[in-house]
Nanobody, 115 residues
């Protein structure tokens, strides 16, 4: 079992920055990679960024150059640094963790970017 708790969301003006955090606990050795997803009202959940156990990263095209995912293995934390935020980045952001048998999700944190 893996438990994930997100934090760091909030209201920010366009062009601003936020840093999301995801605290993981439980069977950490079973996790292959972790990521951030988001879901805006009326839209499907989409992958924003992923980071593997060897710290390779991948990003949604629309956030490349603005968002950075990082992982602190010692603290069991995953972060998403979001810069130059746009109104279209507004969504609930979810942290997830992939194991060989299951995908775990946190409850999400709301990010709202005002124009």
């Amino acid at each position: 079992q893996v438990q994930l708790v997100e934090s760091g969301g909030g209201l920010v003006q366009a062009g601003g920055s936020l840093r999301l955090s995801c605290a993981a606990s439980g069977s950490m050795l079973s996790i292959y990679h972790m990521g951030w997803y988001r879901q805006a009202p009326g839209k499907q959940r989409e992958g924003v960024a992923t980071i593997t156990r060897d710290l390779s990263t991948d990003y949604l095209d629309s956030v490349k150059g603005r968002f950075t995912i990082s992982r602190d293995m010692a603290k069991n934390m995953v972060y998403l640094q979001m810069n130059t935020l746009k109104p279209e980045d507004s969504a609930v952001y979810y942290c997830n963790a992939y194991t060989s048998s299951k995908v775990y999700w946190g409850l999400g944190t709301q990010v709202t970017v005002s124009s």
